[in-house]
């Protein structure tokens, strides 16, 4: 029969893991909360500087595409993939991780060169144990998650895709217009120059992260953030012509300010999805696991009394048996 | 004619910090102050830190507003812009320290006026120094 003390010990032991589980459960679902509540915060924020952006974007007419809205062939991608620091969260890490790695394939099929910028160092070591081109790394984000951080992500993103792409941009205008080429540029040795721009700047950008749909579902989803594609209804091109704009300073100086700002709101937006879907992913699994433990202890329970009755039996009858013996 | 009124509307990443109709509204551009009374032509303009003036039943009330959007209609101006505070939430001896901080960053810089670090140093600069020139003006009315 299984020992006794070795079964106690092992209810005990579940019960604490229990316990663990139902504790990280309740934490999950106050974070869970609390990135709801920012996204809600968000959402005025961010549509009403899409909506800005559109209008000037429709404005802007073709004489000077901006390069952030410029489309290129895509032969140098960027996918920005946004996981946890922590695991324990289900199969949300895993999810993600599976759609970058699928979407790197399928570009590199197509011939692209893909690099990547990864927040959360769940995907940096999925991604670094595959031999993926990192560019950089941010971790420990959502222990201070905040608009700044998200600012800076959104900066470098944009100081990737632009490095150098602003040059290469302007020498194609140049080009078109049979302008001759920029001479200080062109005299610094030509050769390397080319190398550099050709190096440096990005044709795409994708963001690659969990959307937040229930606490009990999360979609992976692989957006287009570089070049940005502005919301053109049709309506908005109708009134384009009625009301426009006094621009102060230029438009193109908005444009300027305009684009990158929404890059940071589309990351801060992301993060806040991440995070939500992250604790939401987290909360289920624990639930999971709390009611697993339950199960586990009903059962572990029923074998300890069991274990128990044989015992108190076998005793009874060995006392029974003693005595009968007695009295033969 | 009717009092005609303004619906000046502040969005930030944290929230609709402000929604309410006023008679006018002063806000800092990039390329200096503007008013903007009702019926004023559909206007963009790039917004920098300083201070939010509207006027409400006859009475101006202040505001600091850090760098965004100015979107200004016949009927409505919308602040696009990362932070917006009240003066009643303004603790002066804690943004001086701020202020100094930021200062000293900047001297640790050490010249280098140019790319990501002096951008943060100036930018953080920039909203003390509004917080402060909004006490100033509160303080004065």
Redesign the interface.
Known sequence: MANLKAIRKRIGSVKNTQKITRAMKMVAAARLAKAQI?I???R??AL??LD?LSS?ASRAGDEDVHPLLARRDQKKVMLVVLTSDRGLAGAFNANVCKAAFVRWKELEAEGAHVSFSVIGRKGRDFLRRRGADIKRDFTGVFENLS?DRAGEIG?FIVGEYTAGGLRRIEAEERARLGLPPEEPEAAEGDEHAELTTIEANLDAVYLIYAEFKSAMTQNVVVEPLLPISPLEGDDEEEDAGA???????TKR??LD??LP?YVE?EV?RALLESVASEHGARMTAMEAATKNAADMIDRLTLVYNRARQAAITKELMEIIGGAEALKG | MAEELLTLEVATPVGLALKLDCESVAAPSVQGEFGVLPGHLPLLAALRSGIVKYRVAGEDRFAAVGPGFVEAGPDKVLLLTDVFVRPEDVDAESVREELEEAESRLQALEGAYVGHDYEEVARDIEWANARLELLAAAAER
């Open positions: 920012a809600t915060e968000l005025p924020y009403k500087t800005v000037v608009v900066r009301v426009d704009f006094i621009y102060e300073p100086a908005l300010r305009l700002m709101i801060y």
